[in-house]
């Protein structure tokens, strides 16, 4: 069971958009709609901001969106805020016998 | 709202187990959802340990299959873990999780650490 591939580190102005990738396989990403992203800051929990691909859960922000096209998914964050700054990992679920895969990690810096 | 909060020890001898337990108030265990552990070594990235169905059915990382249980006590609505064998390269932040359909982990513990050492 391998990591899902995300780039180490991206870094945005603020105002800016910026997007992280997120590249699995067909077993995983690409063979189904359930693609979830988490942020976390130092120290704290991961928090949910995007569930089945493109769901946002209530209370997080509309600046934050998700997509995906075959085995890669991306996350969004647009009008880049100082507060975005944070990790960020994508997951993906991998059927009954794996089940579940995380990506490496991506630390967003808010220039 | 729902709460967990995670439990055990926070120093555990290499070759021993390791025995975490997740306490879960706002929501009944019994009422559905999986309820899973997540695992973060420090400075490092998050890992998926496994998920128990609120019925019991299991699921395990196929890496750490052969060390993992997962239960639940839907008598005191909470999960535990259980990791045997341990080692240095099981020192970690573990975390318990709520977890919707395809792996939505909606709620989240806070953490504890747990360092294998001698």
């Known amino acids: 069971q391998s990591a899902l591939t995300q780039p180490a580190s991206v870094s945005g102005s603020p105002g800016q958009s910026i997007t992280i990738s997120c590249t699995g396989t067909?077993?995983?990403?690409?063979?189904?709609?359930?693609v979830s992203w988490y942020q976390q800051h130092p120290g704290k929990a991961p928090k949910l901001m995007i569930y089945?691909?493109?769901k946002r859960p209530s209370g997080v922000s509309n600046r934050f969106s998700g997509s995906k096209s075959g085995n890669t998914a991306s996350l969004t964050i647009s009008g880049l805020q100082a507060e975005d700054e944070a990790d960020y990992y994508c997951?993906?679920?991998?059927?009954?016998?794996?089940?579940?895969?995380f990506g490496g990690g991506t630390k967003l810096t808010v220039l | 709202q729902v709460q967990l909060q995670e439990s055990g020890p926070g120093l555990v001898k290499p070759s021993e187990t390791l025995s975490l337990t997740c306490a879960v108030s706002?929501?009944?265990?019994?009422?559905?959802?999986?309820w899973g552990w997540i695992r973060q070594p420090p400075g490092k990235g998050l890992e998926w340990i496994g998920s128990?169905?609120?019925?019991?059915?299991?699921y395990y990382n196929p890496s750490l299959k052969s060390r993992v249980t997962i239960s639940v006590d839907t008598s005191k609505n909470q999960f535990s873990l259980k990791l045997s064998s341990v080692t240095a390269a099981d020192t970690a932040v573990y975390y318990c999780?709520?977890?919707?359909?395809?792996?939505?982990?909606?709620?989240w513990g806070q953490g504890t650490l747990v360092t294998v050492s001698s």
């Open positions: 128990i169905y609120h019925s019991g059915s299991t």
């Open positions: 067909s077993s995983d990403v690409g063979g189904y709609n359930y």
């Open positions: 999780a709520r977890s919707g359909r395809g792996l939505r982990l909606d709620y």
């Open positions: 089945d691909v493109s």
């Open positions: 997951c993906s679920y991998a059927g009954s016998s794996t089940f579940g895969v």
């Open positions: 706002g929501y009944s265990i019994s009422s559905g959802y999986y």
